[in-house]
């Protein structure tokens, strides 16, 4: 365990002197990635690079994690050091007032919005409530309220969609905010974890609708092949299955751009535990893996970035598309599988007393949980 602490209390260190540092942070976020500086023996951010909002809150949200479970076994520091990380972030900074929503990233100017449904902005939103520091914190209703929420009906599953209908937009929050506890919320009436579940229902329904293999599925931007014997990749986007914000059909054509039809593994991993009513033989993300597991695991024993459904192997499974292992695409399924299993990272996650001021905003009958708690 002193391990454990001392590693997580030099990752959160390294974070706060970025945090500190104006040319390698902006208003407390930082860049969406660094590279080491062997010259300078320090982090930098690579030229080109936003400062992220979402992936400052999905780094903040494992550093909660972390900090919640070495306190709950006497190592308090981390959690000293990971509020003073969260102080800093200033989150009012990235709030456009007038308009009610969160700008996506900075790069010498902001752009982008998160104003259309998203998992990542429930995740945002929930941590920018929760600040430690209530003058750079935002009202977790004022973003809500202003996101688009479009519920639509896709064969009988009524959900919230997200602009693509791209898979891991549903998932990102439920990684950490275990949804089941918190029931629906006060502005929209939408229970988060039930949207989510249909949401992966109709991906499964789509992907057999349209020629997909049996048990395979999980449509989420990812990297692709360019075309089928090419070995140049792409980052494709615009992947998504059911309902879609995009309306228009030249939107949704990286679904099978160049006759490729990638499927995320990582996706459909992260799917796990929205079946736990089921035995695990018959849990579609199960299935999947089972399935497919001799193609997606690579010979370091990493997770590969897609497969292609529109080419079929001897073995009547679809081909790897991508090879490439990404980071994240890594850990998001392994936490997952790590909630199914033992609830860890939820439990720790929703332990944090920011976290439960938040959550009690907008979820009312959360206040029944942590009362019997």
Not at 85 to 101: E, L
Not at 318 to 328: K, L, Y
Request: charged share 20%.
């Amino acid at each position: 365990m002193e391990k454990a602490e001392e590693l997580a209390l030099e990752t959160v260190e390294t974070c706060i002197t970025l945090q500190q540092n104006p040319s390698q942070s902006y208003s407390g976020f930082l860049y969406h990635y660094y590279i080491y500086n062997d010259f300078t023996e320090s982090l930098e951010h690579k030229p080109g690079v936003e400062v992220s909002t979402i992936d400052t809150a999905l780094l903040l949200a494992g550093m909660i994690t972390i900090a919640e479970y070495l306190n709950s076994h006497g190592y308090p520091e981390v959690r000293n050091q990971v509020k003073k990380f969260y102080s800093q972030i200033n989150w009012r900074a990235f709030f456009d007032s007038n308009r009610g929503y969160f700008h996506m990233a900075w790069r010498g100017k902001f752009f982008g919005y998160w104003d259309f449904y998203t998992d990542e902005i429930l995740l945002i939103a929930i941590l920018a409530q929760g600040s430690p520091n209530s003058q750079y914190g935002v009202d977790i209703r004022d973003v809500l309220r202003n996101i688009q929420v479009k519920i639509g009906d896709y064969n009988g599953l009524r959900y919230v969609y997200s602009w693509y209908g791209s898979l891991f937009t549903y998932l990102f929050a439920h990684v950490f905010v275990d949804f089941r506890r918190v029931g629906k919320d006060i502005i929209y009436n939408v229970d988060w974890w039930e949207n989510t579940r249909k949401a992966i229902l109709a991906d499964i329904q789509y992907c057999k609708q349209n020629g997909y293999p049996e048990d395979i599925w999980g449509l989420s931007a990812c990297w692709s092949r360019i075309s089928p014997n090419s070995q140049q990749m792409e980052y494709r986007g615009r992947i998504g299955g059911g309902l879609s914000g995009a309306i228009d059909e030249w939107e949704r054509i990286d679904n099978d751009k160049n006759g490729i039809k990638p499927v995320a593994p990582h996706a459909v991993i992260g799917c796990l535990p929205f079946f736990e009513e089921l035995p695990l033989l018959h849990n579609p993300a199960f299935r999947f893996f089972v399935k497919v597991h001799k193609k997606i695991i690579d010979r370091s024993g990493l997770l590969i970035e897609s497969l292609d459904a529109g080419r079929i192997g001897e073995d009547g499974l679809p081909e790897v598309n991508s090879h490439w292992v990404v980071g994240m695409d890594i850990i998001f399924p392994a936490l997952m599988i790590e909630n199914y299993f033992t609830n860890l990272v939820w439990d720790n996650f929703m332990n944090n007393f920011y976290i439960q001021y938040s959550l009690l905003k907008v979820f009312p009958a959360y206040y029944t949980h942590i009362a019997k708690k």
